[in-house]
């Protein structure tokens, strides 16, 4: 088994904390979306949304976080031989989770100089690469035209208020369940968990804690119970506990402008 992920994607979060929850072994394929490297020719034709992660297991390639994880459910029982019931608890809350899209709120907590450079940057990334694969170059003209409406998006306020009313909504939602379980579906952790956690680790890394969690206490508590856990560990607080997120970000930041500086100068300017 396979997975194509990112530490930054909040999808691919939510998916290795399923894989290491039940335990599955997979093979690790980092794969920067910040960096253009999702646009990569090959990367591409397995999936041309280029978007994150990717789980492939033999002839099986699965692309959405909630279908992963419910591929992943299954197969830790057919592995275990064992025949659970049919939990519809966890379905709805994963189904709620998953309905929240955060990249409108991310993108307008971002500072707007990072942000527009990063975009100019895979808009780059994308003329390079339909010059370099003739045949794919209608859907990268399909990425390169969602980057423009993106850009138009996270400068319309209305946009930015629906995602954040819709975040409130969910956070709580989950504050309610949570006086209630000890977990988002009761009193054991589950998927829905693994879903919901990496959006309270974006919040975190947009330094929003005040605004979002903290004033809500037992979304805290829980995220601090949590926070123990090794699949959290592994997914999320390898990378962004105290320092690290600054590694994290100085680490990417850096290879960008590297990339930049090698476009200016390099062998005929091209973009490599």
């Given amino acids: 088994m396979q997975l194509y992920h990112h530490s930054y994607s909040l999808d691919s979060q939510k998916v290795r904390m ?4 039940k335990g599955i072994d997979y093979t690790s394929y980092h794969v920067n979306p910040l960096t ?6 090959d990367f591409f034709r397995m999936n041309p949304s280029a978007k994150l992660p990717v789980f492939q297991n033999g002839v099986h390639v699965i692309y959405r976080a909630i279908d992963i994880i419910q591929y992943i459910d299954r197969l830790a029982v057919h ?6 019931p049919v939990n519809t608890v966890v379905h709805q809350w994963m189904q709620k989770v998953d309905a929240w899209n955060p990249k409108m709120f991310t993108l307008t907590h ?13 808009r780059r990334v994308l003329i390079a690469r339909m010059a370099e694969a003739p045949d794919l ?12 409406e993106t850009e138009d998006k996270v400068k319309d306020p209305d946009i930015m208020r629906q995602s954040e009313e819709e975040l409130i909504k ?6 309610a369940q949570l006086s209630k379980t000890k977990y988002l579906a009761g009193d054991d952790f589950s998927p829905a968990d693994s879903m919901f956690i990496p959006i309270l680790a974006r919040i975190t890394l947009l330094d929003l804690d005040e605004e979002y969690i903290n004033c809500r206490p037992k979304i805290l508590e829980y995220y601090n119970l949590v926070k123990h856990r090794p699949s959290y560990k592994v997914a999320i607080g390898k990378y962004f506990n105290g320092w690290k997120k600054y590694r ?3 680490k990417t930041s850096f290879f960008l402008c590297v990339r930049t500086l090698f476009r200016r100068t390099g062998p005929g300017n091209k973009l490599q």
Wanted: charged share 25%; aromatic share 12%; proline share 4%.
């Fill in 110 to 122: 971002t500072p707007v100089k990072y942000r527009a450079f990063v975009s100019k940057f895979i």
């Fill in 79 to 84: 592995l275990s031989g064992e025949i659970p």
């Fill in 137 to 148: 170059a209608s859907m990268y003209h399909v990425k390169l035209r969602e980057a423009y």
């Fill in 18 to 21: 399923a894989l290491e929850e």
């Fill in 36 to 41: 253009g490297k999702n646009m990569n020719v």
């Fill in 170 to 175: 969910l956070l709580d939602d989950v504050e």
């Fill in 248 to 250: 994290t970000l100085f």
